[in-house]
């Protein structure tokens, strides 16, 4: 089982995705299960924003899905907003990790309105077991002592509608 988490810059636009995967046949049905599971928690997050409602109402979501299937759920890490600055000749440059920080556990009256025109990036994680992580020497791989699963969209909210900027096939 494996997570390839990766960003793309164009033009100075950024987008952030991760999905897992299991090579070869999973050891125990519950594997599959999990990488099923975090993607439909994904999918349940995006389908709870809307323009007006809390930034809680995703780690709402997302926490009541994972814990209700009976998986921990990896609360150090989650989303995040990307969005853009400028660098010192005025070009417009994108920031993959911006605030707001979107959290994996949240009541759904937690944090800022979603406001049309916000891009953030929705990332649930489910663990059979641990929710302890450290980062590997590269100092960017994260690392779980439980098996996990690690699923990610950037989103744009536009006035009546969600639209997914990652979604893949």
């Not at 519950?30 to 109402?57: N, P, S, T, W």
């Not at 959290?103 to 891009?119: D, F, I, S, W, Y």
């Amino acid at each position: 089982m494996v997570t390839f988490d990766l960003g793309a810059t164009k033009n100075g636009a950024v987008a952030d995705a991760a999905r897992t995967f299991i090579f070869g046949e999973p050891k125990e049905k519950r594997h599959q299960q999990l990488v099923d599971d975090c993607r439909e928690a994904l999918k349940r997050a995006i389908e709870a924003v809307e323009v007006g409602k809390r930034l809680g109402a995703i780690g709402h979501t997302i926490y009541r899905y994972g814990r209700d299937k009976g998986y921990g759920v990896i609360n150090n890490y989650g989303g995040h907003s990307v969005s853009f600055t400028e660098n010192e000749s005025g070009e417009k440059i994108g920031v993959p990790h911006a605030p707001p920080f979107v959290a994996n556990k949240a009541e759904p009256n937690e944090g800022v309105r979603l406001q049309p025109n916000m891009t953030l990036c929705i990332e649930p994680q489910f663990t059979l077991g641990s929710t302890t992580t450290s980062v590997a020497n590269d100092g960017w791989t994260v690392e779980c002592p439980a098996l996990s699963s690690h699923e990610e969209d950037t989103i744009f909210i536009h006035s009546d509608r969600v639209e997914v900027i990652t979604a893949w096939n």
